[in-house]
């Protein structure tokens, strides 16, 4: 049996379908903290996509990076060490953002997906993993909203860390996201994927689903003393309604200390306005659905969603 695996393997790699392994070094990045490297990291993952898929090793180094194009079959593997830090306005590296060309029931960082630091959108099989980290130095949190009301338009600059539209069989696992901006992780309109050991301590929201389904959030931990730590909403971000449905969120961690102290482990409270009525919120569990929220956290960290009837996820607020 092992001698017939054996030959499998060669025929395998013969017929050049085994998955390509790259280094980004390899490619032009330098990973030096001050020279942009995300041309070079897109040139690696196109070769990789050319050759059907496979695996763009990021070593450790300080990647600054503008916009980052994930492909299908793809896997980013930041290596222990490995930091892609994105770039500041100033410097114009990030995509512009698309065309919507429908009214913007919701805000712009709902609704434009090409100007953020790492994207995709409609591949299928998109993998971002590994021991390193993603530090959104450069992204701003803000938005087109004002008081509330939608303003419609793009922020024009770098406002997610990563940021994935109808995809399929998405993987995050075991990186860490330092200031995500905007939104430190939104899928929209993604189907089968998961979210699997990851770290968060951002300034605005952790994890944003919306318009999904069969999508799986487990063993992650979410600090941000800003805004929602786990969101599932269901928008209007692929011009028509679309119920997020079929999401398992379970054995996670959220929290609300202060940005950068779930990192360091100091774990410094956030005081600010509206976390005594916050700390009123609380998840129960469900067969569907399981939130362990720290005991003696600040609760300005939430998990959050709109209405039951858009969300078949089982869950429910306490009273």
């Known amino acids: 049996m092992r001698q017939l695996l054996l030959v499998i393997g060669c025929l395998w790699s013969a017929l050049g ?16 903290g001050t020279t942009l490297d995300h041309e070079a990291i897109n040139r690696a993952i196109e070769h990789c996509a050319a ?28 290596e222990a060490g490995a930091v ?21 029931y919701q805000d712009g960082g709902h609704t434009y997906f ?16 590994g021991q390193g980290m993603i530090d959104g130095e450069g992204l701003t949190k803000h938005d087109t909203e004002k008081a509330g009301n939608v303003q419609g338009g793009s922020i024009g600059t770098g406002d997610k860390a990563i940021a994935l539209k109808l995809c399929r069989n998405v993987l995050i696992r075991d990186i860490t996201i330092f200031r995500g901006g905007h939104f430190a992780i939104i899928l929209t ?12 301590d951002t300034n605005r929201d952790g994890i944003d689903i919306d318009c999904c389904k069969y999508l799986t959030v487990i063993n992650t931990k979410v600090n941000t003393p800003s805004d ?18 079929h999401i398992l969120v379970t054995n996670c961690l959220v929290t609300g200390y ?24 609380a998840p129960r569990a ?11 956290a600040p609760a300005c960290g939430r998990a959050d969603w709109p209405s039951r009837r858009s969300i078949r996820a089982g869950w429910r607020t306490s009273s």
């Not at 379908?17 to 030096?32: E, K, M, Q, Y």
Request: with cysteine; aromatic share 6%.
């Open 17 to 32: 379908l085994s998955a390509a392994t790259v280094n980004v070094r390899d490619f032009g990045a330098l990973a030096n």
């Open 51 to 78: 050759d059907g898929g496979g695996q763009v090793i990021v070593p450790a180094g300080r990647y600054l990076c503008g916009s980052i194009r994930m492909k299908s079959r793809v896997d980013l593997h930041l």
């Open 84 to 104: 892609i830090v994105a770039a500041p306005a100033s410097m114009k590296a990030y995509d512009p953002s698309e065309v919507f060309g429908f009214p913007e």
């Open 114 to 129: 090409h100007n953020s630091l790492i994207w995709a959108e409609g591949e299928d099989g998109v993998s971002i993993t």
């Open 189 to 200: 309109g993604c189907e089968r994927g998961t979210v699997d050991n990851v770290t968060i």
């Open 228 to 245: 929602d730590a786990i969101v599932l909403k269901s928008s209007y971000a692929l011009k028509k309604p679309v119920l997020c449905e």
């Open 258 to 281: 202060k940005l950068g102290t779930f990192l360091d482990g100091t774990y410094v409270p956030e005081r600010s306005i509206g976390c005594a009525a916050a700390s009123n919120w």
């Open 286 to 296: 469900t067969a569907a659905t399981a939130i362990s929220p720290s005991p003696t």
